[in-house]
């Protein structure tokens, strides 16, 4: 019987409480399928800064390179605000991204019926929200060259980042876009800013001839000042989304409220050949070490996990609808309570989620 290997990081803030709940509960999928799992914790973000000075030790990068699949939590903070921007804890994550070549960032924004009412949008608008945010991950502004400031004598400066694209880069990620599409609604939207920037000029030409290999997939263009308006008027609109970093950044987070809470969503990275799942909210420091935040982000990270890196389809249906009965039976964290609802604990939400998945 193969082990999987899974290399876990919580780095800071909640990601060390969500992400121990996330481990128990594929501890509990190991319990009742008999696969063996093998977790390796390592140091990143602000908690590697502390303990060695740096955002992403050697030791933790070798660890996810050997390891079948990485769960991750999340990275950064006000103690760590001040540190020169080269060692910022979120530097740890983008390292990684970019040393295991995970180009392609899968963020599902499901609104859930029975949490319709935790998102600040009206029913009307929410309701049947089901979109998949494919968000380029290793290129664009993020890592393009040239960058850096350039202070001048008179205490005036310049700054640059730069936005580029190879065709390679954008075909791969195109292609991811079809792959997905084809497995659920068979509509994708490419997100760009055509009118503008020759950089989504060779972003639009890639896409529509990626598509062709793709007749079976309905491709629209929209520009990303639009989208984000869409994304909020009539989400219902969309089924696939694939875009450039930045874009991909701003847009997924405005999807999230779209399912009630940060809290809820999961996400994958793909591309080289170990995946990294991590909950899209951050490290959030109001509610760090008070146990009260949502789990269910990091846990349906590890059934993406499970989807995704392992091929184990059936235990990750089985975290999701372990996830699904809960909340239809009302338990809710902080996060996703009514007025009238008594809020859990991060413990005790894991909990319940375990009990289901152990159940079945
Ligand atoms: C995300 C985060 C990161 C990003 C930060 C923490 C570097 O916002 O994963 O969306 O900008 O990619
Ligand atoms: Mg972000």
Redesign the pocket.
């Known amino acids: 019987m193969t082990t999987h290997r899974i290399a876990v990081l919580p780095g800071d803030g909640i990601g060390q409480e969500v992400t121990e709940q996330a481990v128990r509960v594929l501890r509990a999928v190991g319990k009742i399928s008999g696969a063996s799992f093998e977790f390796e914790q390592a140091l990143v973000g602000g908690a590697a800064i502390d303990a060695t000075g740096h955002p992403l030790p050697p030791a933790t990068l070798e660890l996810c390179k050997k390891a079948h699949a990485i769960l991750f939590g999340?990275?950064?903070g006000p103690k760590w605000e001040n540190v020169p921007h080269e060692v910022r804890a979120?530097r740890g994550?983008?390292a990684i991204?970019k040393e295991l070549d995970l180009y392609a960032?899968l963020r599902p924004a499901t609104c859930f019926s029975m949490l319709v009412d935790a998102s600040p949008l009206k029913r009307s608008v929410v309701e049947g929200t089901d979109i998949m945010v494919i968000?380029e991950?290793t290129g664009g502004l993020?890592y393009g060259e040239p960058r850096g400031v350039e202070r001048f004598a008179d205490g005036g400066a310049r700054a640059v980042n730069t936005m580029v694209y190879t065709t390679r880069e954008i075909e791969r990620v195109a292609r991811m876009g079809f792959e997905v599409a084809r497995k659920r609604r068979k509509h994708l939207t490419s997100v760009d800013k055509n009118n503008v920037l020759v950089v989504s000029q060779l972003w639009r030409e890639v896409v529509t001839k990626v598509a062709k290999d793709y007749p079976d997939v309905t491709l629209d263009h929209i520009l990303v000042d639009n989208c984000s308006m869409a994304l909020v008027h009539k989400p219902t609109q969309f089924d696939t989304i694939v875009t450039e970093?930045t874009f991909g950044?701003i847009l997924?987070?405005e999807a999230a409220i779209l399912a009630g809470s940060m809290g809820m969503l999961p996400?994958a990275s793909l591309g080289g050949t170990v995946g990294l799942y991590?909950p899209?909210h951050?490290t959030a420091p109001d509610i760090a070490g008070q146990g009260v935040a949502n789990p269910i982000a990091a846990i349906l990270s590890a059934a993406m996990l499970l989807r995704y890196s392992l091929n184990m389809v059936r235990e990750a249906d089985r975290i999701e609808a372990a996830v699904q009965r809960v909340l239809e039976q009302g338990h809710r964290t902080r996060d996703i309570a009514g007025p009238k609802d008594k809020a859990l604990g991060t413990k005790e939400m894991g909990d319940l989620i375990v009990q289901h998945v152990e159940r079945g």
């Open positions: 999340a990275v950064g979120e994550l983008l991204r960032n968000r991950l993020y970093n950044d997924s987070d996400s991590e899209v951050g």
